[in-house]
């Protein structure tokens, strides 16, 4: 386990390297190039695994290593804004997550994670919590996908680059860090869960999910 960390942690730190290296136009650019679209590529394999049909499979192989051929060279062009596309995607991508949980007569996330921590019957201070904490990841989400859309197209890429490549993963955790600590102050210790447990709920909710889905 420890390994398996060590090594995710050292593949996260590479990772943050090249996407600045990328960024600001320095390193090999074929190399910021693959590493910039493999998250992509991956997204729209993990999708088509799920096909039974082993020729779609195929074509989908060739129709992205012809896309990817064909379109290499302005690619080296424009690592930036691939980087940037990949850091606004995922922040929409949460944010609709978080953001459609309050919508309409759907359950926020936070309070279907805590109802797989805590059971079916919880408190209304925890029931107020958990929406008011939806409503702050959602919040955080599209805040910190529009500085990025501000600082890409109005600063330096260096600038643009530290925010979205650097700091994005302090953020997170001053994030999870201002969680932590509004929770003590409005919820008492037997509704608390730790960080551990959180990540396991989170798991499991997306596992449901993704069970829901499948055919």
């Not at 991956?42 to 989908?60: C, E, G, M, N, Q």
């Not at 690619?75 to 978080?98: E, K, S, T």
Request: hydrophobic share 55%; aromatic share 10%.
């Amino acid at each position: 386990m420890k390994l398996r960390a060590a090594g995710s942690g050292l593949v996260l730190l590479g990772w943050i390297a090249a996407s600045h290296l990328g960024s600001t136009g320095r390193g090999p650019m074929d190399l910021h190039v693959a590493v910039a679209v493999a998250p992509l590529v991956l997204a729209v394999f993990v999708v088509a695994a799920r096909w039974r049909s082993l020729l779609l499979k195929l074509l989908l192989a060739l129709a992205c290593a012809g896309l990817l051929w064909g379109l290499w060279p302005l690619l080296r062009q424009q690592v930036a804004f691939l980087y940037y596309l990949q850091h606004l995607g995922v922040h929409l991508a949460l944010a609709a997550l978080f953001g459609a949980s309050l919508m309409g007569g759907a359950e926020p996330l936070v309070t279907r994670m805590a109802r797989g921590i805590f059971g079916p019957d919880l408190s209304p201070r925890n029931l107020r919590y958990t929406r008011q904490v939806t409503w702050a990841w959602t919040v955080f989400f599209l805040l910190n996908a529009s500085v990025s859309t501000g600082l890409f197209l109005l600063a330096p890429r260096e600038v643009w680059s530290v925010h979205a490549n650097v700091l994005t993963g302090p953020l997170l955790g001053l994030m999870f860090l201002l969680e932590s600590l509004w929770r003590r102050c409005v919820l008492p210790p037997h509704e608390r869960p730790g960080l551990a447990t959180v990540v396991q709920a989170w798991r499991r909710d997306h596992e449901r999910r993704r069970g829901a889905h499948r055919p």
